[in-house]
């Protein structure tokens, strides 16, 4: 890893916090013989990231880095969500058989693939993202004995055995969100179409969560240690997105007449925080909501904030010289974290101890590469 001195761009935030420069550490993630690319997915507090290589052929395989320049350890023939802070990987899986596509979901855990799917792997996708550091998993599936269309049921792997949530006949459930208490969240419309909702669930028991609107389509992105969730709302799909916040049994509608939650883990800290982005005067910016008001990062252009960590440090994008540069915003500074020849790049994920990881934006050619920022505490 080497150390960079990173100029910084001052927020216009009520803060009035200095202009400074940041000491920080970048490496390109190294990818797999024979794999010529890698995508970057997730990091977890230790700094270990997980994410894929791929071939020339678009086979996948999971990996994970650990320290600065060590080789990635593969971990599973398969595209990875999350990581936990054991170093176990959640994996989703695609293979064609006889013609279909079946898909699965599997945890990489002590160097062996474990298997997550809830009954067999379905010609239907699942919804799964998250796992937790006692290795739970939130799973929302299609059950073969349903008649609804999409992901009719959601459950969750607890100590190795799956068990289906309470909840009623559904379509379109998603559930990919956990908190290490175990409680895990989602949402879902009824199976006769009269409401949508987000729920939250302990290991025994769903609370439906109140929405702006007895229908439209809620989403769950992102649960906090006291169990406050973020997520958004829209009416239909061709309707403005609002930003909510749900604490015990309220819901917040967090401020942008068009704004959303970023589809992230890290998209709400322990204080409550929260991040994604905002329309403002036709641009979709990066936006950190915090005590329930919009903050301004100094940001230029269109972007999205994608993580917040509970020293309340943002990280995100926004669009310089008409490209997407990597930001940290921190304690009202907003620093640009560079790469090789300012290739453009978006982060995908933030620990506490200040560690980004992102790709660049490419989406074909040339290749994809992972990145990993260091950028050292005060």
């Known amino acids: 890893m080497r150390w960079l001195s990173i100029p910084t761009v001052s927020a216009l935030l009520v803060f009035g916090a200095p202009v ?3 000491s920080a550490g970048f490496e390109e993630l190294p990818t797999l013989p024979d794999f ?8 977890n507090e230790s700094g270990q990231a997980v994410g894929s290589a791929h071939s020339r052929y678009a086979h996948a395989t999971s990996v994970r880095w650990d320290g600065a320049g060590t080789p990635p350890t593969p971990t599973g023939r398969a595209y990875p969500t999350g990581v936990n802070n054991r170093g176990d990987v959640l994996n989703s899986s695609t293979r064609k058989v006889g013609g279909m596509l079946l898909y699965s979901v599997k945890s990489w855990e002590n160097g062996a693939e474990v298997e997550r799917t809830p009954a067999h792997p379905t010609t239907f996708a699942h919804s799964s993202r998250d796992i937790n550091d006692s290795g739970v998993v939130p799973v929302g599936y299609k059950h073969f ?16 055995k799956f068990a289906d949530l309470p ?20 949402s879902l419309t009824l199976l006769d179409g009269t409401a949508d909702y987000a729920f939250r669930c302990s290991a025994t028991r769903c609370t439906r969560l109140p929405g702006l609107a007895s229908t439209g389509v809620h989403s769950a992105l992102a649960l906090n240690e006291s169990d406050a969730l ?25 401020p942008g007449d068009d704004a959303g939650v970023a589809d992230n883990p890290r998209a709400i800290n322990e204080s409550g925080d ?25 940001t230029s252009g269109a972007g999205e904030a994608v993580a917040v960590n509970d020293r309340g440090d943002v990280a995100g994008w926004h669009t310089v010289e008409g490209a997407p540069r990597v930001f940290l915003w921190r304690a009202g500074t907003l620093t640009d974290l560079r790469t090789p020849s300012d290739v453009a790049a978006k982060p995908v994920g933030l620990n506490n101890a200040g560690v980004v990881v992102g790709n660049n934006d490419q989406r074909l050619w040339p290749p994809p590469r992972a990145f990993r920022w260091t950028v050292r505490l005060p």
């Open 274 to 298: 929260v991040v994604g982005w905002r329309v403002v005067d036709g641009v979709r910016e990066a936006v950190l909501w915090r005590g329930g008001q919009a903050v301004d990062l100094g």
């Open 145 to 160: 004995a349903d008649t609804g269309r999409g992901t009719t049921r959601a459950g969750v792997w607890r100590d190795g």
């Open 36 to 43: 010529p690319s890698t995508i970057v997915s997730a990091v």
């Open 20 to 22: 400074a420069e940041a």
């Open 167 to 186: 909840l009623p006949q559904a379509i379109g459930v998603e559930h990919q969100v956990v908190n290490n208490r175990g409680t895990t969240a989602g």
């Open 230 to 254: 973020a997520g958004t709302w829209r009416a239909d799909h061709n309707s403005p997105t609002r930003a909510l916040l749900w604490t015990g049994d309220r819901v917040t509608v967090l």
